[in-house]
């Protein structure tokens, strides 16, 4: 779905003065090769004409494309696909990973004002999470994941957990040991409101995996008992 925008290779403009303007003699010759310039010159007309189309026409396509997605955004304003195929679209061809994050970020602004119901989209929340991560002061960053936190509790659990397995890595860079602590203690409370099911058992599996590779990627040394300490299991 990527596309790139289209290169620009500028041509010195052709001579105002052509050398035949310095000769002053054999004007059957010359008006014999002015009609042949003239000929090269309407066939040259017509190849710049062809390569400007060529040229124009990538980019007319990667606009047409953004107006698509962002009608569909707009027509289906709580459609989290549309809004990340958006997202994903526009930042195609940012240079650096801060332009696309920004990018991002004014897109996922734009989501959440059209609707205020993807303010609690788990996902659409972890995509901005990510993104301000790159950008954001770790004040700002700190207040965001508690606000997502928050306001994405009664969203799809599987969104959810996504969203609760990166807050525990977002800890683990940040805190160590200790932020996995910190982490495993929400998403206990978070599980610990759904009944039990074959569906959640899975999920703390996959949580109880994520943070027993946190600590392997620590090099702690006594990764398995600090992994069966009270504090890591549901």
Request: glycine share 6%; charged share 25%; aromatic share 4%.
């Amino acid at each position: 779905m990527r596309e790139k925008d289209a290169g620009y290779i500028g041509f010195p403009e052709k001579l105002n003065r052509s050398p035949l303007d310095s000769m002053e003699h054999a004007p059957a010759l010359r008006d014999e090769l002015d009609g042949d310039e003239s000929a090269k010159s309407a066939s040259g007309s017509e190849e710049s004409s062809s390569d400007e189309e060529l040229d124009t026409a990538p980019v007319d396509a990667t606009t047409q494309r953004t107006s698509s997605l962002e009608s569909a955004a707009l027509s289906q304003p709580t459609s989290t696909a549309a809004w990340l195929e958006l997202v994903e679209h526009l930042t195609s061809s940012s240079a650096t990973l801060e332009a696309k994050a920004q990018l991002a970020l004014s897109v996922l602004e734009r989501a959440f004002k059209t609707n205020l119901a993807n303010k609690r989209n788990a996902m659409l929340r972890k995509v901005m999470l990510a993104c301000g991560g790159v950008v954001w002061p770790q004040t700002r960053v700190e207040t965001e994941w508690e606000s997502a936190l928050q306001t994405t509790k009664s969203q799809d659990i599987g969104q959810r957990l996504g969203l609760l397995s990166d807050y525990m890595t977002y800890k683990l860079a940040m805190e160590g040991v200790d932020g996995i602590h910190d982490a495993m203690a929400t998403i206990r409370t978070d599980l610990r409101r759904l009944p039990n099911s074959l569906e959640v058992n899975r999920l703390q599996l996959r949580i109880m995996w994520r943070a027993a590779l946190g600590l392997s990627e620590l090099g702690k040394k006594n990764c398995r008992v600090a992994f069966m300490h009270s504090d890591m299991l549901f």
